[in-house]
């Protein structure tokens, strides 16, 4: 079993910056690749951004790539999120997610999934 906890939501205004941290525990959290999703009230989940397990090579939703940047340390079984240039529309529950297939993650189709934190972006 993984257990996946996020931190580092909050609120923040429009054109500022937050950054979300995904710790993983678990026997098998380092093989994994990890991804982020969101989902805002009234709407779908959304995929934001995924990362490699063996290469790191990253992946980012339409509406967030150039402004937000996912990353991670295999130490320490963490991933990060740093948001920039946030929006209003940005505001929404954030999940990290975890799967062993990349392509399977993108999709939704996620192993483990944490509880979320909640970002706020006022204008």
């Known amino acids: 079993q993984v257990q996946l906890v996020e931190s580092g939501g909050g609120l923040v205004q429009a054109g500022g910056s937050l950054r979300l941290s995904c710790a993983a525990s678990?026997?098998?959290?380092?093989?994994?690749?990890m991804g982020w999703f969101r989902q805002a009230p009234g709407k779908e989940r959304e995929f934001v951004a995924a990362?490699?397990?063996?290469?790191?090579?990253?992946y980012y939703g339409d509406s967030v790539r150039g402004r937000f940047t996912i990353s991670r340390d295999n130490a320490k079984n963490t991933v990060f999120l740093e948001m920039k240039s946030l929006k209003p529309e940005d505001t929404a529950d954030y999940y990290c997610?975890?799967?062993?297939?990349?392509?399977?993650?993108?999709?939704?189709?996620?192993?483990?999934w944490g509880q979320g934190t909640q970002v706020t972006v006022s204008s």
């Open positions: 678990g026997r098998t959290s380092s093989g994994l690749n």
């Open positions: 990362i490699g397990r063996i290469t790191g090579s990253t």
């Open positions: 997610a975890a799967a062993g297939s990349l392509v399977g993650l993108q999709r939704g189709a996620a192993e483990y």
